[in-house]
């Protein structure tokens, strides 16, 4: 079973900065892909963004193109994401996911962590 412990959410201005970070268990590459999804209050999950371990290719939904960027490190297992330019719709409950294809369906990926929350006030 892979354990996904994602941590560094909170409350941020609009404009502000956050990062979160997701560490995993997985030491056999059991999963080659890690994922952020989000969940909004009264909303469905939906696609953030995600990283191959391989190669470090990664997919973003156009909603934080060029705001949000994904990083991994490898010895560590962890996986970083740098959220810029913060809105207040970017306000939810956000869940580390890992997997074994790139992709942004749900069903992709087999493991999911607890969520985190982050908070942009207007």
């Known amino acids: 079973q892979v354990q996904l412990v994602e941590s560094g959410g909170g409350l941020v201005q609009t404009g502000g900065s956050l990062t979160l970070s997701c560490a995993t268990s997985?030491?056999?590459?059991?999963?080659?892909?890690m994922g952020w999804f989000r969940q909004a209050p009264g909303k469905d999950r939906e696609f953030v963004t995600a990283?191959?371990?391989?190669?470090?290719?990664?997919l973003a939904s156009d909603s934080v193109k060029g705001r949000f960027t994904l990083s991994r490190d490898a010895g560590e297992r962890k996986v970083h994401l740098q959220m810029n330019n913060l809105k207040p719709e970017d306000t939810a409950v956000y869940y580390c996911?890992?997997?074994?294809?790139?992709?942004?369906?749900?069903?992709?990926?087999?493991?999911w962590g607890q969520g985190t929350q982050v908070t942009v006030s207007s």
């Open positions: 990283v191959k371990w391989a190669d470090g290719n990664t």
């Open positions: 996911s890992a997997g074994v294809v790139l992709g942004m369906r749900q069903s992709a990926y087999a493991y």
């Open positions: 997985d030491r056999s590459f059991r999963t080659q892909v």
